[in-house]
Nanobody, 119 residues
Framework: QVQLVESGGGLVQAGGSLRLSCAAS????????LGWFRQAPGKEREFVGD????????AYAVAAKGRFTISRDNAKNTVYLQMNSLKPEDTAVYSC????????????WGQGTQVTVSS
């Protein structure tokens, strides 16, 4: 059974940093893309960024470029989202997801972790 478990959320002041983790289990993710999404209250879920498990490519949404960095530890089957210079508008539930490298459909989702940025 595939599981994606996020951790690392919390309350931080504007300008601060947080690192989220997404621990993946249940299958080999070598041919998968791991992504981060967020959903703020009253808004639709939005893409933050993703990375191939092989490390061949990482992509970011415009709002994340320059402040957020996605990395992974293949030995731990974990993907990270380092968030710096956080703003109140970054407040959201952050979720990780996984899809096959050959599919545009995000098949697996974590339960999400709350990030709250105070002004």
């Amino acid at each position: 059974q595939v599981q994606l478990v996020e951790s690392g959320g919390g309350l931080v002041q504007a300008g601060g940093s947080l690192r989220l983790s997404c621990a993946a289990s249940g299958r080999s993710f070598s041919a998968y893309v791991l992504g981060w999404f967020r959903q703020a209250p009253g808004k639709e879920r939005e893409f933050v960024g993703d990375t191939t498990w092989s490390g061949s490519g990482t992509a970011y949404a415009v709002a994340a470029k320059g402040r957020f960095t996605i990395s992974r530890d293949n030995a731990k089957n974990t993907v990270y989202l380092q968030m710096n210079s956080l703003k109140p508008e970054d407040t959201a539930v952050y979720s990780c997801a996984a899809r096959s490298a050959w599919s545009g459909t995000w098949m697996y989702w974590g339960q999400g972790t709350q990030v709250t940025v105070s002004s």
